[in-house]
């Protein structure tokens, strides 16, 4: 090869240069392309998170003692003040022989879930998965050696259903984590000068792994509110996590910039994630910034046998509708036992609010909020992303046969329909309000909450 030969490559090379991208800051997306990655997240709506662990083995009961409340749950290794060996045997017994990755799944999506986010790791520290660079996991630490993450992702799949990882940047285990610190930690306190040791050369394999392993959906991080954890980490860690995804959804706690449970950022943008995350309570009216409610159907997280305080399906309804109708999602928790079945109560309150899904799904599924999300405590407005339909959902059977709704106008000479009710309702304009006449017979449409169909517009003062 004559000299010119070889240089011709270094040539093309660099005149081809300044048409090949640099990899782009992903902090930096356009609001077309962030609308875009997120736009199957905004029409799902509703998913399921699922706290497992060694902790369903306890499930509330350490030596005989209660441990009552939520640090009885997935917390229990704190709360009852329990040293790294100590627990360690509860991973050793963590046995799921009973999990069926296909009928978890399923039980999502006769719920009318379109995604599952499952804790790849909780703040314990022990790894669902099988993890290359740790044997506190699934395959090297406790007896059940199945890839239960690999079987979920399977299902997930199969069924149609997106799969998202929680992820703990916490870690009471990690000897360069929080684990030096137990069974006396306080999570405020600074606990480890080696944790950017366990940042670089465990955290970010790990989640190296989940990403390209089993290409989730969605990461939703937790744990960063301790101290060692910076604002720099939780953007380099939302850069890298993306740059192996581009199109991974995450959530604002991979940052700092969550305020409370409360789970919104402090005011400004330049902290990374996605979506904010309020904990066990729904935003108080519409916001700019997309947002997951994330609810228990109990007191707990992760599975306590003795926590029996239930929500009711017609609440778990009603906080669907909420939650919607102010333009979030809604992400409802269930704590499988250590034998891995998902409990019979939330079984039952899941498919109850399916059925309710089933006649009223095109209330919630792909809406959006209105200005208007509301008129007084019993109706929730949503609409279909064209504006041209609005659904008034009514989360009480109304008192009076007529029903008065003033912030909606409907086109006129269009009908009204209660889905689930066969024929139109009747209805006429009078002044500035609507009235709509519900037949007694309509009560039977649905459970827990009913609703109206409109062609019409929302009145804008
Ligand atoms: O400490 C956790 C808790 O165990 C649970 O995982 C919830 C879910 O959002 N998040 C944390 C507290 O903010």
Known sequence: MNKLSRLVPVLVLLILAPAVRLPADFLDESRADFDRR????????????IHWGPYAVPAGVHRGREIKGTGGGEWIMHAAAIPVAEYEPYARQFNPTAFDADSWVRIAKDAGMRYVIITSKHHDGFCLWDSAVANYDVMDFAPIRRDLLAELKAACDRHGIRLGFYHSIMDWHHPDAQAPHFPTYNTKEKSNARFSRYAE??????????????????????????????????????????????????????????????????????YAGDFGTPEQEILAGISDFDWEACMTMNDNWGFRS??????????????????????????????????????????????????????????IFGTCSLRQYHEGDHIRYTASRDGNTIYAILTAWPDSAELRLARIVPEEGSEI?????????????????????????????????????????????
């Open 201 to 270: 050369d465990y955290m970010k394999p790990q989640l190296r792994e989940l990403v390209t392993r089993y290409d989730p959906a969605v990461l939703w991080f937790d744990g960063e509110w301790i101290p060692e954890w910076t604002h720099e980490q939780g953007r380099e860690i939302y850069r890298m996590v993306r740059s192996l995804k581009p199109s991974l959804i995450v959530n604002n706690r991979v940052d700092k910039g969550r305020q409370g449970s409360k789970g919104m950022n402090r005011g400004d943008r330049r």
């Open 306 to 363: 003795r926590d029996h305080n239930w929500k009711s399906a017609a609440t778990l309804v009603h906080q669907l509708v909420d939650v919607s109708a102010k333009g979030g999602n809604y992400l409802l928790n269930v704590g499988p036992t250590a034998e891995g079945l998902i409990p019979a109560a939330s079984v039952e309150r899941l498919a109850a609010v399916g059925l309710w899904l089933r006649t009223n799904g095109e209330a």
């Open 38 to 49: 997120m736009n199957w997240w905004r029409e799902a709506r509703f998913g399921m998170f």
């Open 417 to 461: 329909r209660l889905l689930g009710h066969a024929g139109p309702v009747p209805w006429r304009r009078e002044g500035k309000v609507t009235m709509i006449s519900l037949p007694e017979a309509g009560r039977a449409a649905s459970n827990h909450a009913w609703t109206l169909r409109v062609r019409g517009q929302e009145v804008v003062d």
